[in-house]
C-alpha cells in the first residue's frame, strides 16, 4: 500500500479518469477521489492546480494531467517508492 497521498480530479463519464482509478486500485494505492462536475470542486482544482481538466492526480500535492496514457508512466515513478511494478 501506499505512503502517498493520492488525490484524483474526475469526472462521472471520463474514460482515462475510470482508467487511472482502475489502475490506482489494481495497484493498492488509496486516492480521494474528487468530481470536477461540483463547480466548488472545479475552483477547488483551478486554485490548486491551475486547472480544471479531468483527470488531474496529485501525489503528495504534486500535480499530474493528461491522459491516463500519459500519466501512468509519471505515477509509475512518483509512486515507485512505495511499490514494486
Known sequence: ??????????????PDCATLKRWLTSQGVHFVERDLTNPRIADEARRRTGLRIAPITLVDGKAIWGTAAEQLPRLRRLLATDHAF
Open 1 to 14: 500500500m501506499s505512503h502517498s497521498h493520492v488525490e484524483i480530479y474526475t469526472t462521472p463519464t471520463c
